[in-house]
């Protein structure tokens, strides 16, 4: 029970950090729904999918108060994102052997290698955060990056399906770099984003039902809610470059831990 306590606190921070950084949502939901609440990989991945989607969802009408939304942008990169994430989570990830590889003798599950993946785009993720590099907005007269837009849409939507991560530390980037928008904006319409990228990939799965899963999801949808609209208030005061780097140490360190354990019950 003490276990599920800390998820269902975990689960207030995801939503907090969905709020405040437009991004984080998965990479807290599904370490927390495995390590936590004892579910499978493969179906964490589909059960983040729905509490990131309806998360998000919950937190685009503060940000929408305060015209944080980039509609167009979000239409032309949600476009492409769309389309990537429900092809994946509809044909490729089902399509993945089980096991997946084998290295040196040892066989590698798909929830295993899973995993792995979605740990080292953590510590990805990470560093960008903790180096603290200033994302600054590209020329008026280059603006619009049409072509980027489109391409980093299908990469994110890829990695939506196959992780089920809603991508926000992949979208806040590309929003600023590739088109121009402001950090405060960003934030904003990557939750748009991730509210359509995530529910498109969780109607794309075919294994996890909602109906199996009831007593975790409501409470820790609640939970989550909460966090998302605390989060998106203080959006308005707080200097995100500031809790960048601080947060990107918290992911560091629990992907490391992820990779860690999984390294160890192979070897195991």
Do not use: C
Not at 64 to 82: C, K, L, M, Y
Not at 95 to 120: N, Q
Not at 213 to 221: C, D, G, K
């Amino acid at each position: 029970m003490s276990w599920e306590l800390l998820g269902y606190a975990g689960a207030v921070l995801m939503g907090f950090s969905l709020g405040l950084l437009g991004g984080g949502g998965s990479i807290l939901t599904v370490p927390i729904l495995v390590y936590l609440f004892g579910q499978d990989p493969v179906t964490a991945t589909g059960l983040s999918l729905f509490i990131v989607g309806a998360t998000s969802g919950a937190g685009i009408f503060s940000h929408h108060r305060q015209g944080n939304i980039e509609w167009r942008t979000a239409g032309i990169f949600g476009a492409a994102s769309i389309l990537s994430v429900y092809a994946t989570r509809r044909w490729l990830v089902p399509a993945l052997p089980d096991p997946l590889l084998h290295m040196g003798g040892v066989a590698v599950g798909k929830g295993e290698a899973i995993l792995a993946l979605f740990a080292v785009v953590m510590l990805l993720s990470a560093t960008s955060m903790i180096r603290g590099r200033k994302l600054s907005a590209p020329a008026e007269n280059g603006g619009r990056h049409l072509p980027s837009l489109l391409l980093i849409g299908l990469l994110v939507g890829l990695l939506t399906g196959v992780l089920g991560a809603g991508g926000g530390f992949l979208i806040v980037p590309s929003l600023v770099l590739l088109a121009g928008v402001d950090m405060k904006r960003a934030v904003g319409t990557s939750l748009l984003l991730i509210t359509v990228n995530s529910f498109i990939g969780f109607l794309g799965d075919r294994h996890v039902h909602l109906a199996d899963h009831v007593t975790i999801l409501l409470p820790f949808l609640a939970l989550a809610m909460l966090g998302i609209v605390v989060g998106a208030r203080l959006s308005k005061r707080t200097s995100n470059a500031k809790l960048r780097p601080a947060f990107g140490w918290f992911v560091l360190a629990m992907g490391t831990y992820i990779l860690l354990r999984e390294l160890y019950t192979l070897n195991g």
